[in-house]
C-alpha cells in the first residue's frame, strides 16, 4: 500500500450506508411472525438461499401452478408519510393471492421483496408482520424473501414492496370453464379501495384541503389515514370452501386496477356481454365522497375503483342462492349484480346508476 493510501481511512459496507448487523437481527425479529404461516409442504425454517415446497405432501393428483406476482402501489405512500405500516404487508399478499384463487388455485406459498435505503427494523418488522398476517388469512407460507438495503436508491424513509405466489389446482378445475349465457353475477363487497387507484386518492385528498390525520368525513372514529389505509379484503378461504363443494362456479374476476369494466371482460369468452345492474348495490361512502371531491364521472369511478365490488363470481343460475350463502356463511357479503347475455366481443354493459347518496 503506497504512502497516500495509508492516509485514508479504510472503509466498510456500514460506511457506505449498508449494515449486515441490522439485516441478521431482523432475520431474528421476523421469525416468530413467519411461524405461525407454516402449512403442509414446508419445512419451518428460514435464512437459507432458497425456500423449500413439497407439492407432493399436500395430495393433488395432477396439479398445475399459478404463480402471480404483484406490488402495493401508491399506498406506501400513505403510510410512510403517516409511520402507519401495520396493514400493508397484508395488501402486498391479498393482490397476490386473490389473482390465483380467480382460477382456482389454492395459494401455496409467499416470498417478498422489501427495498429501502436506510434499514430501520421497527418499520421492517411491522411490514412483514402484515405480509405473515396476510399470509395465515389466505393459508399460504412465508417462505422467504428478500430485504434490500440500497443507500441512494430512496429517499430517507422510503421502501418499497413486491411480492409473489405460487397456487395450486387440479387440471380439470382450472378456471375459467363452462362459462354460458344466461350465468349469473355474484358481486363480494369490498373493503374500501383495496390497493387501486391511490394516485387519483392523493391527489383528492390535497384538493380537498385536509391532512391524513383529519377526521374521516366517511368513516366514523377514524382518520382519513386510517381508513384509505384499510388493507385489501382477502377471499381465498372462503372462495375455496365453495370450490371444494361445487363445480358450478364458472369464472372470478378480482376486481383490481381498471374496475369491474376492464377486470370483467378478462374472463369472458367471445359472444358473451356482463349485463350489470349499478342499482343492485350501494358503494361505501368512501367511494362517494371520493367521487364527489374530485368531480369524478361515473364511467371513471368504474374503471379506476372497485366500488365497493372486491371479487366477482361468474355462476350457474340454478346454484347461484347456494353459492351466496356458502359464502354469506363464511363472512362475506354478496349480491346479485347481473347476468350473462349473447353479444357481441367480450365486454360489460351497464344499466341503471350507482347510488351515491
Not at 285 to 310: A, H, K, V, Y
Amino acid at each position: 500500500m503506497n504512502e497516500k493510501m495509508m492516509n485514508i481511512p479504510s472503509l466498510s459496507y456500514a460506511s457506505a450506508g449498508v449494515d449486515i448487523d441490522t439485516g441478521k437481527a431482523l432475520i431474528s425479529a421476523i421469525k416468530p411472525f413467519i411461524s405461525v404461516t407454516q402449512r403442509p409442504g414446508t419445512d419451518g425454517s428460514i435464512g437459507g438461499f432458497g425456500g423449500l415446497f413439497d407439492i407432493a405432501e399436500i395430495g393433488y393428483k395432477d396439479p398445475l401452478l399459478v404463480a402471480a406476482s404483484d406490488g402495493v402501489g401508491t399506498k406506501l405512500k400513505i403510510a410512510i408519510e403517516t409511520a402507519q405500516h401495520g396493514t400493508v404487508g397484508q395488501d402486498l399478499v391479498a393482490m397476490c393471492v386473490n389473482d390465483l384463487i380467480v382460477q382456482g388455485a389454492e395459494p401455496l406459498f409467499f416470498l417478498d421483496y422489501f427495498a429501502t435505503g436506510k434499514l430501520d427494523n421497527a418499520v421492517a418488522v411491522s411490514v412483514i408482520a402484515g405480509i405473515a398476517e396476510g399470509c395465515r388469512l389466505s393459508g399460504c407460507a412465508l417462505i422467504g424473501g428478500e430485504t434490500a438495503e440500497m443507500p441512494g436508491m430512496y429517499q430517507q424513509g422510503d421502501y418499497d414492496l413486491a411480492g409473489f405466489s405460487v397456487g395450486a389446482v387440479e387440471r380439470g378445475n382450472l378456471l375459467p370453464k363452462r362459462i354460458k349465457e344466461g350465468d349469473l353475477l355474484l358481486g363480494l363487497s369490498s373493503s374500501g379501495p383495496h390497493s387501486n387507484g391511490y394516485s387519483l386518492i392523493r391527489k383528492i385528498i390535497d384538493r380537498s384541503g385536509l391532512s391524513w390525520s383529519s377526521f374521516s368525513p366517511f368513516e366514523r372514529n377514524k382518520t382519513i389515514a386510517q381508513s384509505v389505509l384499510e388493507p385489501t379484503r382477502i377471499y381465498v378461504k372462503s372462495i375455496l370452501s365453495i370450490l371444494k363443494k361445487t363445480t358450478s362456479i364458472h369464472a372470478i374476476a378480482h376486481i383490481t386496477g381498471g374496475g369491474l369494466t376492464e377486470n370483467l371482460s378478462r374472463v369472458l369468452p367471445e359472444g358473451l356481454v356482463a349485463s350489470i345492474d349499478l342499482l343492485s348495490w350501494k358503494p361505501s361512502q368512501i367511494f362517494s365522497w371520493l367521487r364527489e371531491m374530485g368531480n369524478i364521472d361515473d364511467d371513471e369511478m368504474l374503471r379506476t375503483f372497485n366500488c365497493g365490488i372486491g371479487m366477482l363470481i361468474v355462476c350457474d343460475s340454478a346454484s347461484a342462492i347456494s353459492i351466496s350463502q356458502n359464502l354469506q356463511r363464511s363472512g362475506e357479503h354478496v349480491t346479485e349484480i347481473g347476468i350473462l347475455k349473447s353479444g357481441d366481443g367480450k365486454n360489460v354493459s351497464y344499466s341503471g346508476s350507482l347510488d351515491w347518496k
